[in-house]
């Protein structure tokens, strides 16, 4: 007996009144891409930064990968002559500590060639626009 109606339980037999076959599956198919596109955005969106890198390149050849932590400053204390930002927002370099003399800015997920100076330290920026 079914609950509260006093009729009998109906088998499930998963189809949908007023629905053909082929519209159940169409349905299916659009609910599928859906919650797949869904997922997908949000991983996107917060993992934008999660396992990308900066790597700077300096002058004497060596080179160092740099984790892309939103906000993080990095000591660099080097001659740069390129980086290649694999991060999803901007990164700027810094020629002193407290971020005066010669800046320079790398859009997400691009290289740069920078004026070839000492860098005293690596921002990574939470903005993702380009600069």
């Known amino acids: ?33 859906t919650i797949l596109s869904g997922a997908a955005l949000a991983w996107s969106a917060t993992a934008a930064n999660a396992a990308s890198t900066v790597t700077l390149y300096f002058l004497d050849g060596a080179s160092h990968a740099y984790d892309c932590t939103d906000g993080k400053t990095w000591s660099v204390n080097a001659k740069v002559t390129q980086v290649h930002n694999a991060c999803g927002t901007r990164v700027w370099l810094h020629q002193y500590n407290n971020n005066t003399g010669e800046s320079w800015c790398v859009s997400k997920v691009s290289s740069s060639d920078p004026p070839i100076i000492k860098y005293a330290n690596l921002y990574i920026s939470g903005n993702s626009a380009a600069c």
Not at 15 to 21: I, L, P, S
Request: proline share 3%; hydrophobic share 45%; net charge positive.
């Open 1 to 33: 007996m079914g609950e509260l109606t006093g009729q009998p339980a109906r088998k499930a037999t998963g189809a949908v009144r007023g629905m053909t076959v082929s519209a159940r599956r169409r349905a299916a198919a659009l609910l599928s891409v």
